[in-house]
């Protein structure tokens, strides 16, 4: 007798319903977990209301989820020589690259040359099945072990965090150096921890509402854009200088433009936002400020290094939740994530 369990299931864009499912098997090197915390992501959102047609997903119906933590409950073949067990807690991340084309092999699996090729790459949750249900089965590659003192909930998040840590790497951060982020959310939140990580001496968040408000309680030097001209107010904290780095985190061609006027001469953006539509950008500043701007696409490693500051608490990401819903109610819960008034930051849902 098949065992069943209960999934998310995007029907279309936006008609969800809590499905019953057949329980997946693991394959080789691969993992079966009982699925405790699910964090809803941005790319959630876009993906369920239909805004990447045909690539994320490919087709509908649908599972998403990317982001969370559980058990193993079951071995594909080869797992164990892995030195995975059953009963091991870890945490998930989604790229699932095929690890022998020339961006693989050199560590940069998010940028894998053979993406989204069937057999080859697969990313959980964006091109195939999430992990909104109660089980899913993941590549040995894409787990990662939990210590005792992270909970699940914050276990759910070390893929948000790694993005994170990912951007402030790539935004070559230097002991002492001044870092402004904007867009104050959870992924800017995270990064702002991330660039103390690295060795900044100050950040500043530029945002606005209930999250620049939490970034002010976490101890972040706060530009409020409802306040007036944020670059003028970046330049007048560091000196008229500008900062040496900015992360940008908000994906919105404004923020974009403001986190280039922002820098440094000399200075470095890293760009992990998105913006769905094209920006206009001065190049003059670019050319003659010897200005950077980088991309930041997803982690590459960072998992591993960014797991043991969540359980330091360095990386804040337990403070970040802000509610909590049931599989059965994802409907409310995604629907508290869109309502910027609703003050959500990170939902972890529970299956």
């Known amino acids: 007798m098949t065992q069943m369990m209960q999934a998310l299931v995007v029907q279309e864009p936006?008609?969800?319903e809590v499905s019953d499912l057949p329980i997946p098997e693991p394959g080789r090197n691969e993992?079966?977990?009982?699925?405790?915390?699910?964090s809803i992501c941005g790319t959630d959102a876009h993906l369920i209301n239909g805004d990447y047609p045909g690539f994320w997903p490919t087709g509908f119906p649908f599972t998403p989820g990317h982001e969370w933590a559980g058990e193993i409950v079951a071995l594909g073949p080869g797992a164990d020589t892995f030195g995975w067990k059953v009963g091991d807690r870890v945490a998930g991340t989604s790229h699932n690259a095929?690890?022998?084309c020339q961006k693989c092999v050199e560590g940069q699996y998010n940028l894998c040359e053979n993406?989204?090729?069937p057999g080859l790459h697969s990313q959980y949750g964006h091109n195939v099945q999430g992990v909104n249900a109660t089980y899913a089965v993941h590549n040995v590659k894409c787990i990662f072990a939990l210590p005792d003192e992270m909970t699940f909930d914050e276990g759910a998040l070390a893929d948000p965090a790694s993005i994170a840590l990912h951007v402030a790497r790539r935004g070559n951060i230097k002991p002492g150096d001044t870092v402004a982020v904007t867009g104050a959310g959870a992924v800017g939140l995270l990064a702002g921890d991330a660039a103390l990580i690295?060795?900044?001496a100050r950040v500043i968040m530029v945002g606005r509402g209930h999250r620049l408000a939490r970034a002010g309680t976490l101890g972040f030097e706060m530009v409020d854009?409802?306040?007036?001209?944020?670059v003028a107010r970046v330049r007048e904290l560091t000196g008229g200088l500008g900062a040496d780095v900015v992360l940008e985190c908000a994906g919105v061609p404004e923020t974009l433009t403001w986190a280039m006027a922002?820098?440094?001469?000399?200075?470095?953006?890293?760009?992990v936002g998105i913006p769905t539509e094209d920006v206009a950008l001065k190049c003059q500043p670019l050319v003659l400020d010897e200005l950077e701007l980088v991309g930041s696409r997803a982690s590459a490693g960072e998992m591993r290094r960014v797991i043991p500051f969540i359980a330091n608490g360095r990386m804040r990401a337990k403070e970040l939740i802000t509610h909590h819903f049931a599989l059965a109610d994802y409907d409310k819960a995604l629907a508290t994530f869109n309502d910027r008034s609703s003050g959500a930051i990170k939902i972890i849902v529970n299956p």
């Open 14 to 16: 936006n008609v969800l």
């Open 31 to 38: 993992v079966l977990a009982r699925v405790r915390s699910v």
């Open 98 to 100: 095929c690890g022998a």
């Open 115 to 117: 993406y989204g090729k």
């Open 198 to 200: 690295c060795g900044a």
């Open 225 to 230: 854009t409802l306040q007036g001209d944020p």
């Open 262 to 271: 922002m820098l440094r001469r000399g200075g470095r953006c890293a760009m």
